[in-house]
C-alpha cells in the first residue's frame, strides 16, 4: 500500500514538472506579451507588473490579424483534406493488398522527410514560379499537403492494418465495390484514427513556416508569417513579438485543448494490443 | 441454385504451388464438403471460388460461365466466414441488409427480408444489438442469416462451426442441414473435421497437399477410402494400420502374416501380389473384435468409456497401437493381456504408396 501511495505521488510530482517545463516557455511569452517593451527585457525578469493590452493593439494596427488567420485556416484544413484524399485509397492499397514494393515505398516515404525541406527549395520556387503558383492559397495548399502527406499515409497505414481484413472481404462477398467498401465499412470502423491522422495534420500545417516564409508575402501569408514579420525589420521587439506569437498559437491552442482526448485515444489506438 | 466446376484449378503464392490442378463439378443444390488437414488447400479452393482469391491457372465456371475475372460481389455468392466476420460498426439488422443497400433494394422490402430470416433462426429479439453484445453462438446465426438474405446462388462456409463448443457445434449441424434442405441451395463447405463433413455432406472432397485424395459421399469414403491418407482421415476413432506380408496369394484369397507370425485369410485384391511382398492392412475399430484365442495378442493401455461402447486402446507385441470398439459393460481395464481377432472381409490393403488395392469382393 505505502509504496504504490508513494510511486503515484513520484509519478505526479514527475509528471507536472515534466509539463510545467514544456509549457514554461509558452507561459512566458504569454506574460510578456502583457508586459512594455521595458520591462520585458529587465534582468533580473519583471515578476510584477503592470499588464498592458498596448502590445496587443500595435501588432493588430500594424497587420491584418484575421487575413493571416484566414489563411492559416484555409491553409490547415485545405492541406489536410487534400492529404487524406490521397492518402486513405493509398494507404487502402498498402494495408489490404501488399505486394513486395509496400515497405519499400513506406520507407521511401518516410525518407522524403528526412530530407531537410531547404534541400528542394530551388526547384520547388522555380516550380510554383513557372506554374503561378507563388503567394497563393493554393500553392501554399499544394506543398503543405505533399510534406504532411508521409505522416499521414504512415498514421493511415498503421490504423487500416488493425481492421481485419476478412471484414472487408466479407462485405466484397455482400457486393461492395471498392469505393463502397471504404466508405460503408473501412472509414467508419478506422474514424478515431482518421480523425486523430487529421488533427495532427491540421497542427503540423497550422504550425508549418518554412513554406510559408518563402512562397508567400502578402496574400496567401498565415500566422506563421505575420508572427515572423515582427521578428527582424526594426531590431526586436520582445513583447510586441510575444503577442503577435501569442495571437497565432492561440488558435490551435485551444483547438488541441479541445481534442486532445481524441489526439491521445488516436495515437495510442493499436498499442494496448 | 447453380453449379459450380473447377477446371484444372491451380493455386500459386509466389513460385510455390498449393494448389495442384484440381477438376471438379459442385452439382445444384448439392451439400459438398470440403475437407483435409490444415495446408491441404481447402481453404484457398473455397477462396478461388467467392473470387477472394485469384486463380493462378485453370478455370471456376458457375453455371457454365467462365468468372476468373468477375469481382467476388458480382458472383452472386454468399460466404460465411470462421470469424464470422460482421461489420462491427452495424446493428445485426444493418449487418444483415447491408447486402440488399448495397443492391439498392428499398427499406420497406429490405426490412421484410430481414425479419423473415430472423424469423427462421429465432434470432428477432436481437437485431437491434451491435455484433460486440452477442455471443458466439449468436454471431454464427447472424452470420448465416447475413448469407441468407441475399438469397445467393450458392452458400460457400469457411470452417463456420470451428469457434463454438461442442455442444452448440453438434446443434449447428443438425441446423445446417435443415437449412439446407429448406433453402435447397448449393452449399460448398470446408472444414478440418471429418466428423462435420461426414454428418452434413452430400459429397465429400478429400484433400491433402493441395490435391484431391478421393470424392464421394460419406459412406463411399467411409467404406472403400482410395488410399491410406483417406483412410486414416476419415472416421474416429482412426482406422489401423498394421504392417503385414503376403504369405501366399491364390486367384481367390490371399494369405497375410503379421509380425508376430500368425495370420490371416483375406479375399484376394484385384491386383494380383506375390509371396514376399509386404502391404498396409487397414482394419476400422468396430472390426476388431476381443477374442480369447484371437490372432494379436497385446496389453491394454488406455479404456475410453463411452457408454454404449467402449475403445479399447492396445498395444500389440511388436509395439503397434490398435484400437478395438466393444461393448460398452466389456469386463477388461488398463494393463490386462488380452488378444483380437480382425474380421477378414473388413479388411482393407494399401500398397507401398498408399493407394487402395481393389477389392474383389463386397466390402465391409
Known sequence: ?273 | MATIELKNVRKRFGSHEVVHGIDLVITDREFMAFVGPSGSGKSTLLRMIAGLEEVSEGEVLIDGLPVQNVPPSKRGLAMVFQSYALYPHMTVAENMSFSLRLAGVPREERDQKVRSVARILEMEPLLDRKPRQLSGGQLQRVAIGRAMVRQPKAFLLDEPLSNLDAALQAQMRLELVRLHRELSTTMVYVTHDQLEAMTMADRIVVLNDGRVEQMGSPLELYKNPATLFVAGFIGTPKMNFLDVEVKSASAENLTLAFSNGASVSVLAPAQRLKAGERVKLGVRPEHVALEQDGELPGEIDVLEHLGPRAYLHARLADGTRLVAQAPGDTPVRGGDRVAFRIRPEAAHLFDGSGRALGRSGPGG
Open chain 1, 1 to 273: 500500500m505505502r509504496n504504490t501511495w508513494q510511486a503515484r505521488w513520484g509519478l505526479t510530482i514527475a509528471g507536472w514538472t515534466v509539463a510545467l517545463l514544456m509549457f514554461f516557455p509558452i507561459l512566458w511569452m504569454f506574460v510578456t506579451s502583457f508586459k512594455t517593451e521595458i520591462t520585458a527585457v529587465a534582468t533580473p525578469p519583471a515578476l510584477v507588473f503592470r499588464p498592458t493590452l498596448g502590445n496587443y493593439a500595435a501588432v493588430l494596427e500594424r497587420a491584418d490579424y484575421l487575413a493571416f488567420a484566414k489563411n492559416s485556416l484555409v491553409v490547415s484544413l485545405g492541406s489536410t483534406l487534400l492529404a487524406l484524399l490521397l492518402g486513405v485509397p493509398a494507404a487502402y492499397s498498402m494495408a489490404f493488398f501488399p505486394t513486395r514494393a509496400t515497405r519499400g515505398i513506406l520507407l521511401w516515404m518516410l525518407s522524403t522527410k528526412m530530407l531537410p525541406a531547404v534541400g528542394v527549395l530551388v526547384p520547388i520556387y522555380l516550380l510554383w514560379r513557372d506554374l503561378g503558383l507563388l503567394d497563393t492559397v493554393f500553392g501554399l495548399v499544394l506543398i503543405d499537403s505533399i510534406s504532411v502527406l508521409p505522416i499521414v499515409v504512415w498514421m493511415l497505414f498503421s490504423f487500416f492494418r488493425e481492421v481485419p481484413a476478412v471484414i472487408l472481404e466479407a462485405s466484397r462477398m455482400d457486393g461492395a465495390t471498392p469505393t463502397e467498401e471504404l466508405t460503408h465499412v473501412l472509414l467508419p470502423l478506422s474514424t478515431p484514427g482518421i480523425a486523430s491522422t487529421a488533427l495532427l495534420s491540421i497542427i503540423l500545417c497550422w504550425n508549418e513556416a518554412f513554406w510559408s516564409l518563402n512562397l508567400t508575402t502578402v496574400k496567401a501569408a498565415t500566422l506563421t508569417a505575420f508572427t515572423a514579420s515582427f521578428a527582424s525589420p526594426e531590431g526586436l521587439f520582445w513583447a510586441k513579438l510575444s503577442a503577435a506569437s501569442t495571437l497565432s498559437i492561440a488558435p490551435i491552442l485551444i483547438f488541441g485543448w479541445i481534442s486532445q482526448r481524441q489526439m491521445a485515444r488516436g495515437l495510442s489506438f493499436g498499442a494496448v494490443k
